[in-house]
């Protein structure tokens, strides 16, 4: 599908905020829409569909990577990643956590976790009103058709004949744990865990009839991030006499790695049938496992981050 170097795949959309809402006290959904959403790709279902998001920071109003709404470059990151830092703005990495049509064109949910002293993806979502600017970089409508859809669009729900399954996540996971859970179908059974910070950000939505919706809530526990989760999946597959057959898991990476360590090394689960994302890295600005630590280093010039 490489067209003169473009890639059919990927596009940037322009895509202004239609609409701002507080679904609780750390969670912030965001409504963009705009009339190059059209060219928009979302696979049916769009399950744990990622994008990535082009943000102004305090040196760089509005970023842009060339034309919006038509094909990137394959070498569109490394690109981005050769300007200068002051002006390219950043890029973290979220979960399409809804995608319709609405009256006037598409409309596209992003849920981010906001944070008193976030990055620029917290940070921008915190000032966020009607009217705002972010690029979104994600699938295009071609991308999304045929059977390789999934694959091409980074979703990374692949239980193959699983039935059992297991879900876990920390805020950051919740939008792709209650997109799947809408719209899973009925065959699966097991359970989902959701750690977030206080009750108010529990969510109150559809679920699915076989998989049991579990909220943790981490603030009034006295425990660190992510011990809940690891707890609670320890808790139910020792239950079981046979662990799930399937896990989906996601959050912060160190506590990503504990759990996958349990299921595959303790709990002798086939590591083919976990998969993983560490979505953000404690103590590390950037989407993903390989965000640059906080405390900067001399000679490293890179202020973004890509999974
Ligand atoms: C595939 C994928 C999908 C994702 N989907 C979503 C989503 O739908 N919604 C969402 O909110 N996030 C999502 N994330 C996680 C998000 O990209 C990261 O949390 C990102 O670091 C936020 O960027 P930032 O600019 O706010 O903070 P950064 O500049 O990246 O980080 C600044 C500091 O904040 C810390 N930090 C980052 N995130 C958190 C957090 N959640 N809680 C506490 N400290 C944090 C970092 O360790 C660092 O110390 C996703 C990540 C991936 C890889």
């Not at 279902?45 to 094909?71: C, F, H, M, Q």
């Not at 699915?208 to 609670?232: C, F």
Request: glycine letters at 14%; charged letters at 20%.
């Amino acid at each position: 599908m490489n067209d003169g170097g473009r890639d059919a795949h990927v596009a940037c959309f322009d895509t202004p905020v239609l609409r701002v809402q507080d679904v609780g006290p750390h969670v912030r959904r965001i409504t963009f829409g705009g009339p190059e959403l059209e060219r928009f790709g979302v696979p049916e279902p769009a399950l744990d569909l990622r994008v990535k998001l082009l943000l102004p920071t305090s040196s760089s109003p509005v970023p842009g990577i060339g034309e919006t709404g038509v094909a990137l470059p394959h070498d569109w990151y490394q690109q981005w990643l050769l300007r200068p830092e002051p002006g390219r703005g950043a890029i973290r990495s979220y979960t399409v956590r809804g995608f319709r049509r609405g009256t006037d064109g598409f409309e596209l949910d992003v849920d981010f976790v906001v944070r008193e002293a976030g990055g620029p993806g917290s940070t921008w979502a915190r000032s966020a009103v009607p009217g705002s600017r972010a690029l979104i970089i994600g699938p295009t409508s071609e991308a999304a058709a045929g059977a390789l859809a999934h694959t091409r669009c980074g979703i990374t729900w692949t239980p193959g004949p699983a039935n059992d399954v297991l879900l876990a996540g920390d805020e950051t996971a919740v939008p792709a744990i209650t997109a799947m859970l809408e719209t899973l179908p009925a065959r699966f059974t097991g359970n989902a865990f959701l750690e977030v910070p206080d009750a108010g950000d529990v969510q109150q939505f559809p679920g699915h009839p076989g998989i049991r919706t579990h909220w943790l809530i981490r603030n009034s526990s006295g425990v660190g991030h992510g011990q809940l989760l690891l707890a609670a999946v320890k808790n139910s597959v020792t239950e079981q006499e046979r662990g799930p057959e399937y896990a989906w898991i996601a959050g912060e990476a160190s506590v990503v790695t504990g759990m996958r360590r349990y299921l595959v090394r303790d709990r002798g689960m086939d590591r083919n049938n976990v998969t993983f994302r560490g979505y953000w890295s404690a103590g590390k600005s950037g989407s993903g496992v390989n965000g640059i630590p906080d405390k900067p280093r001399p000679g490293l010039n890179y202020s973004g981050s890509d999974e």
